[in-house]
């Protein structure tokens, strides 16, 4: 064999060994025409690591998936998770006691549940209906996420001031306080509410203003929760920001 002909068997020889390595490393790596519960699965870690990018409803394969998850153990176990780390954090934070130390909470799938509404539309597979989810929140009984309900009275008891910053219009104010108080929170600092001026703003626009007028008047935001990226990012942030599960729907 010359020498050339051998070097190419060498290289084929390389190749060869190469692929088998990756296939070994990821052997069920998953494909969009594969197992739907894995795609899902995946496609859910996308969505909140914003991965995913901006999206409109949830894959069609995905609705099984997506209606046992927030209806399971697994769905009340990651937002469980979630408020954990986020009492953990907050136990760190030395509280001056002058008032001035805020924790911002977003309303819905943050501190309310809306998965009585969204199981009569299609649970994020169906085009969001505005005119049917403002007649669900004047309803005001939206359920309190446990999990949220217990961090917010730990951080009450902590000294935390908490502020509520929801994109829901000003209109809505009334029956998003009826629900509130219907669901288990009380004792709030300030709710934010989206006044006409707001109206067309990006939540991140909108939510870093608002945070913006506490930090000029003085108040030190040392925690953030919601459930959208886009309730979190922005400037100013929060010294620590924690993320809630939500494969429900997207809001930039």
């Known amino acids: ?30 494909q969009r025409n594969g197992d739907d519960e894995l795609f899902c699965d995946s496609w859910r870690l996308s969505v909140e690591t914003n991965n995913a990018g901006m999206w409109n409803t949830i894959p069609a394969k995905c609705l099984k998936f997506v209606v046992e998850y927030m209806n399971g153990d697994r769905y009340a176990s990651d937002s469980a998770v979630v408020a954990g780390y986020s009492l953990d954090f907050a136990r760190t934070v030395p509280i ?47 359920p309190a996420l446990p999990a949220s309900l217990q961090l917010y009275e730990e951080l009450r008891g902590l000294g935390y001031q908490l502020v509520l910053l929801t994109g829901r219009a000003e209109f809505q104010r009334n029956a998003t306080v009826d629900n509130l108080l219907f669901a288990g929170y009380h004792s709030w600092k300030r709710l934010y509410l989206r006044e006409d001026s707001d109206i067309g703003k990006t939540a991140v626009a909108y939510k870093s203003e608002k945070r913006a007028e506490l930090e000029a008047q003085g108040y030190r935001i040392h925690g953030s929760s919601g459930d959208q990226w886009s309730d979190l990012i922005g400037s100013p942030m929060a010294s620590r920001s924690f993320k809630l599960p939500n494969p429900l729907y997207f809001i930039a």
Request: aromatic share 12%; with cysteine.
């Open 1 to 30: 064999m010359g020498t050339l002909n051998c070097l190419i068997f060498i290289i084929l020889l390389i190749s060869s060994a190469s692929a088998q390595t990756l296939i070994q490393m990821f052997p069920n790596r998953p």
């Open 96 to 142: 001056t006691g002058d008032g001035k130390d805020v924790w911002v909470f977003d309303i819905d799938e943050t501190l309310l549940s809306n998965i009585p509404y969204y199981a009569a539309h299609g649970y994020g597979s169906e085009a969001f209906n505005e005119t049917a989810f403002d007649e669900w929140v004047v309803e005001a009984r939206a």
